[in-house]
């Protein structure tokens, strides 16, 4: 069955410390995306990519890097510049770039920051 | 003001009655989404909107575009509906904008 796979599901991490999610699609779709989910807020785009090898800053983009090697992988780097990282990340797909005849959402990654 | 607002934030049922969710959203729009978040975090797209209504089921979901409103309806509700409800609509420049979400629980 095609769909997004993020892993792992719970993270810990100690201040300082960088951290990467991980996005993995079968689903050949060229746009791929990272929300941030905190509670009692909508989720809130942090980056996207169009293409492979290209992407773009989301509205919260700081402290935060991505990269597009591949078409189905779309990790996202938690730095040590985020200020609050504890947080429900979210990845989505779809089939081109701001084509969204279908949402495609992964599963999630808690982050805490222990 | 919020550009996609969402009411009730929280909503307990008992099994079997009716619910609505209601969605207001503020910009133009190409398209709007329905999405179901349960407890674990996942979230599944249960409708896409453009015009009119559409049914899946015992879920049921309106547009009115010149209201700016949409609504997601559930008959005959069950505890395994019990979750979060986001609406989502697509922005002039294909970006998602997010509701904050509803919070359905449906007691047995």
């Known amino acids: 069955d095609g769909g997004i796979t993020q892993s792992p599901k719970y993270l810990f991490r100690k201040e300082g410390q960088n951290v990467t999610l991980s996005c993995e699609q079968n689903l050949n779709h060229d746009a791929m995306y990272w929300y941030r989910q905190d509670p009692g807020q909508g989720l809130r785009l942090i980056y996207y990519?169009?293409?492979?090898?290209?992407?773009q800053k989301g509205d919260i983009a700081e402290g935060y890097s991505v990269s597009r090697e591949k078409k189905e992988s779309f990790p996202l780097t938690v730095t040590s510049a985020q200020k609050n990282p504890t947080a429900f990340y979210l990845c989505a797909s779809s089939i081109l770039p701001r084509v969204w005849t279908e949402a495609f959402f992964g599963q999630g990654t808690r982050l805490t920051v222990v | 003001k919020n550009e996609v607002e969402q009411s009730p934030q929280n909503l307990t049922a008992q099994e079997g009655e009716f619910i609505t969710i209601n969605c207001s959203y503020s910009v133009g729009i190409s398209a709007l989404h329905w999405l179901q978040q349960h407890p674990g975090g996942g979230i599944v797209s249960l409708f896409m909107?453009?015009?009119g209504k559409k049914k899946h089921g015992r879920l049921i979901a309106t547009i009115n575009i010149q209201e700016k409103h949409s609504s997601l309806h559930i008959t005959a509700s069950h505890p395994r509906d019990s979750a979060v409800y986001i609406c989502a609509v697509e922005g002039s420049q294909g970006n998602l904008i997010f509701g904050k979400g509803t919070k359905l629980s449906v007691k047995p």
């Open positions: 990519s169009q293409i492979v090898n290209d992407f």
């Open positions: 909107l453009s015009s």
